[in-house]
């Protein structure tokens, strides 16, 4: 049964510390796409990879964000230095091609306090 | 921006067929219609997704009009279980960006 992997699935953090999230996408999908999910906010897209290259990643603070696909099995979102503000949980989804089904992972639900 | 309207929520009772119409007036030609579920803790999973007239599978039938401007996804007899937030997505000018709006909270009760 094939499925998005994310690690981990919760992490609490102290302001100032490094966050990474780690998502293992479907073997095979060649787009990857970042979300936030806040109460606020909803459902807001911060990145997305094609063929592990960036295509768009407006939706992302530049100053402390950063998303990558070192390769084709991970993609990483790291939040450097984190702020409470970014207490959310983050969704990895993936995706075979374009106007196809897109799965999501189970998520990161991510506290800084 | 999300490019799509929805009812915020709705509400129902088990056995009944639900219908949620998503307008979506600045649709682009070749932009696909699709509709995900997300219950609590999860993330959104895919329902459905056509491009015109009707398109229909095991869990919902999803209609579109011939302009296009609007889709109304069908669930019928609808049960407990079925209680979460419908998300409608149309295309991102002709990317394959998946842009969520606000969502309709779906309750269903006995």
């Known amino acids: 049964d094939a499925r998005v992997t994310q690690t981990p699935r919760h992490k609490v953090t102290e302001m100032g510390q490094e966050v990474t999230m780690r998502c293992q996408p479907i073997l095979g999908h060649n787009t990857v796409f970042w979300y936030r999910q806040t109460m606020m906010q909803g459902l807001e897209l911060l990145a997305y990879f094609r063929n592990r290259a960036p295509l768009d990643d407006s939706g992302m603070p530049k100053d402390r964000f950063s998303a990558e696909m070192p390769d084709a099995t991970l993609a990483t979102l790291k939040i450097q230095p984190s702020e409470p503000r970014d207490s959310a949980v983050y969704f990895c989804?993936?995706?075979?091609?374009?106007?196809?089904?897109?799965?999501f992972g189970q998520g990161t639900r991510l506290t800084v306090v | 921006l999300a490019k799509t309207t929805q009812p915020i929520s709705m509400d129902s009772y088990e056995g009944q067929e639900v219908n949620i119409t998503c307008s979506h007036n600045n649709i682009a030609t070749n932009d696909y219609i699709t509709w995900y579920q997300q219950f609590p803790s999860q993330g959104p999973r895919f329902i459905i997704q056509?491009?015109?007239t009707k398109v229909t599978n095991e869990v919902a039938s999803l209609f579109i009009p011939a302009d296009r401007k609007s889709s109304t996804l069908s669930l019928p007899r609808v049960s407990l279980s079925d209680t979460a937030v419908y998300y409608c997505l149309v295309g991102d000018d002709g990317t394959d960006k998946l842009i969520f709006g606000t969502g309709t909270r779906l309750q269903v009760f006995p």
């Open positions: 989804a993936s995706q075979d091609g374009m106007n196809t089904e897109a799965f």
């Open positions: 056509g491009y015109k």
